[in-house]
């Protein structure tokens, strides 16, 4: 596609649900980053793929969030036992390289946790 | 890890003036430094970026300098238009995965 997609655009879940956030990235795009966007906030890094491994998962705040990027291309992020502070914008951005350059973000995908 | 704090978090002008977004960062081996635009309810887009091995970079109305020694990069925009309300992110990255830490934004708002 022209750009990075994601989907859904918006969920709502209940607290204790599991959600799963998918990512297109640009096409031929190895690198891979998902971001969490509060309101007021700047992104903040989750995770980055290079490729079909996870390089850097540093940002995941606890082990109820996990990302998986099996052929390399397409991303999805699994957040498990949801609680009202997971809601939140989420965003993934995929680059050309692994050099420092423009990460290309997607619409994101903003969740709610009733 | 990196912390990046930026300065103001909003900034009203009026239509022609120049606006200046400040930014500071604390790892010393940082040496990518790109900014984005975010319209409301829209995606971050890259606007401007700048390496460590310059001291200033242009691009029309938009310019980044960047300060190695006292840590600290900054985005001047001369003659504001009402389009350029948006909110602005800094970041800072390094070799390695260029893994880029965001500022907090600062929300420009061009009065017409």
């Known amino acids: 596609g022209a750009g990075v997609s994601q989907t859904p655009s918006n969920k709502v879940t209940e607290k204790g649900k599991y959600v799963e956030l998918r990512c297109d990235p640009i096409s031929g795009h190895t690198a891979l980053y998902w971001y969490r966007q509060s309101l007021g906030q700047g992104p903040e890094f989750l995770i980055y793929?290079?490729?079909?491994?996870?390089?850097?998962d540093s940002g995941l705040p606890n082990d109820r969030f996990f990302a998986v990027r099996p052929e390399g291309s397409v991303s999805t992020l699994k957040i498990q036992r949801t609680e009202r502070g997971d809601s939140a914008v989420y965003l993934c951005a995929s680059s050309r390289t692994d050099i420092g350059g423009e990460l290309f973000f997607g619409e994101g995908s903003r969740l709610t946790v009733l | 890890g990196e912390n990046v704090e930026q300065h103001p978090s909003t900034l009203s002008v009026q239509e022609g003036d120049s606006a200046v977004i400040k930014c500071t960062y604390s790892?010393?081996?940082?040496?990518?430094f790109p900014w984005y635009k975010q319209e409301l309810g829209k995606r971050p887009q890259l606007i401007i970026d700048?390496?460590?091995?310059?001291g200033e970079k242009k691009d029309q109305r938009i310019a980044v300098t960047l300060n190695k020694t006292a840590k600290h990069f900054s985005l001047h925009i001369t003659e504001t238009q009402p389009e350029d309300s948006a909110v602005y992110f800094c970041?800072?990255?390094?070799?390695?995965?260029?893994?880029?830490?965001f500022g907090r934004g600062t929300s420009l708002i061009v009065h017409p």
């Open positions: 970041a800072a990255s390094k070799g390695g995965s260029y893994i880029p830490t």
């Open positions: 790892d010393s081996a940082s040496n990518y």
């Open positions: 793929f290079q490729g079909t491994g996870a390089a850097d």
């Open positions: 700048i390496r460590s091995n310059v």
